[in-house]
């Protein structure tokens, strides 16, 4: 994987990690379903409107579309609103990464080498740190509706890789127009009409909702998404996935700093674990060929002085 596609993967983790912030600030003013269905419905109406659809498979365009967009975020609005803390929930979600590289390896037989198992190791040993010195600060329910949501992620992982979009913004956008009416359905049924019309009084919580709102949609699905999807187009599945194991070391310093959410001894290490994991299991070495194999160049044989200059005959 190049630097530069390296660069792009943890751009895309930093995007992530302060969308957590953007999701926290909407949840205040608007119940989970109905946040998501208006996050992907604002994507989703232009995008039928002027994108034309991307020249892929559509069960990859469906898997995509329900397993990013519809189930990742689901279980995920679901379990912040549901008492999970918004740091601990960047963190949970990047279970997604060994869901993918599981999937990728079980279902779709991709190779999975001696280094990224390491590096994944490591990385999952930090989030396990991480998580061990969170426990106490969320209750086992909402933890596993998160743990659910980053199953959703992984099936995306696999499904836009599988794709291979020959544009990858268009296969974002066009994953939108999946979720907006299963959250709407399921907003209507659960939340009820009087919650959903009582989300849109204006109110000292509407103008942080709506700019988180506008975040993690030109941001976090916009921005973010089409970067990630463009990685995943290009590399393994397994290769690019673990990047996301980034993404709770930003959402649990910016918890930090923004929410008063605390960062222990035992957090800082889980980071760092997580950090080092990432960057060895993404790092590949170049191919050396040992130098007594080298082959040295083969020197043309010299022509004879008396025909060097004669025509060939044949």
Same mark, same amino acid.
């Not at 751009?11 to 953007?22: D, E, H, R």
């Not at 892929?56 to 990013?68: D, E, M, Q, S």
């Not at 740091?87 to 060994?98: K, T």
């Not at 001696?114 to 010195?133: C, D, E, F, K, N």
């Given at each position: 994987?190049?630097?530069?596609?390296?660069?792009?993967?943890?751009?895309?983790?930093?995007?992530?990690?302060?969308?957590?912030?953007?999701?926290?600030?909407?949840?205040?003013?608007?119940?989970?379903?109905?946040?998501?269905?208006?996050?992907?419905?604002?994507?989703?109406?232009?995008?039928?409107?002027?994108?034309?659809?991307?020249?892929?498979?559509?069960?990859?365009?469906?898997?995509?579309?329900?397993?990013?967009?519809?189930?990742?975020?689901?279980?995920?609005?679901?379990?912040?609103?549901?008492?999970?803390?918004?740091?601990?929930?960047?963190?949970?979600?990047?279970?997604?990464?060994?869901?993918?590289?599981?999937?990728?390896?079980?279902?779709?037989?991709?190779?999975?080498?001696?280094?990224?198992?390491?590096?994944?190791?490591?990385?999952?040993? #930090?989030? +396990?740190?991480?998580?061990? %010195?969170? *426990?106490? =600060?969320? @209750?086992?329910? &909402?933890?596993? /509706?998160? !743990?659910?949501?980053?199953? #959703?992620? +992984?099936?995306?992982?696999? %499904?836009? *890789?599988? =794709?291979? @979009?020959?544009? &990858?913004?268009? /296969?974002? !956008?066009?994953?939108?127009?999946?979720?907006?009416?299963?959250?709407?359905?399921?907003?209507?049924?659960?939340?009820?009409?009087?919650?959903?019309?009582?989300?849109?009084?204006?109110?000292?919580?509407?103008?942080?909702?709506?700019?988180?709102?506008?975040?993690?949609?030109?941001?976090?699905?916009?921005?973010?998404?089409?970067?990630?999807?463009?990685?995943?187009?290009?590399?393994?599945?397994?290769?690019?996935?673990?990047?996301?194991?980034?993404?709770?070391?930003?959402?649990?310093?910016?918890?930090?700093?923004?929410?008063?959410?605390?960062?222990?001894?035992?957090?800082?290490?889980?980071?760092?674990?997580?950090?080092?994991?990432?960057?060895?299991?993404?790092?590949?070495?170049?191919?050396?060929?040992?130098?007594?194999?080298?082959?040295?160049?083969?020197?043309?044989?010299?022509?004879?002085?008396?025909?060097?200059?004669?025509?060939?005959?044949?």
């Amino acid at each position: 994987m190049p630097i530069s596609h390296r660069l792009l993967a943890v751009s895309v983790a930093v995007m992530w990690g302060l969308n957590f912030i953007a999701i926290h600030a909407s949840l205040e003013q608007f119940p989970p379903f109905l946040l998501a269905a208006l996050r992907f419905a604002v994507i989703a109406v232009p995008t039928i409107l002027l994108v034309p659809r991307p020249r892929v498979p559509v069960r990859w365009l469906l898997g995509y579309g329900i397993g990013f967009g519809t189930l990742q975020f689901l279980f995920l609005y679901w379990g912040m609103a549901a008492g999970m803390p918004t740091g601990l929930a960047s963190l949970v979600l990047q279970s997604s990464a060994p869901f993918t590289v599981l999937l990728g390896a079980t279902v779709f037989r991709e190779r999975v080498s001696a280094r990224q198992v390491v590096g994944l190791s490591v990385a999952t040993l #930090g989030l +396990a740190v991480v998580g061990w %010195s969170q *426990a106490q =600060a969320a @209750a086992f329910g &909402p933890f596993l /509706l998160v !743990l659910a949501g980053g199953f #959703g992620w +992984a099936i995306g992982n696999v %499904s836009s *890789a599988r =794709a291979k @979009a020959p544009n &990858p913004l268009h /296969l974002t !956008l066009w994953m939108s127009v999946v979720p907006p009416i299963p959250m709407l359905a399921l907003s209507l049924v659960i939340e009820g009409p009087d919650a959903i019309a009582g989300s849109f009084v204006p109110g000292p919580a509407m103008g942080p909702a709506l700019l988180g709102l506008a975040y993690t949609v030109l941001i976090g699905t916009l921005a973010g998404s089409g970067v990630w999807t463009w990685l995943m187009a290009r590399h393994p599945a397994g290769v690019v996935a673990p990047f996301s194991m980034l993404v709770p070391v930003v959402g649990l310093s910016t918890s930090a700093v923004l929410l008063g959410e605390q960062i222990g001894v035992w957090t800082a290490t889980g980071a760092a674990l997580v950090i080092a994991g990432v960057l060895w299991g993404a790092r590949r070495k170049a191919p050396r060929t040992p130098e007594h194999l080298t082959p040295s160049p083969t020197p043309t044989p010299a022509l004879p002085r008396s025909t060097a200059g004669a025509p060939r005959t044949g």
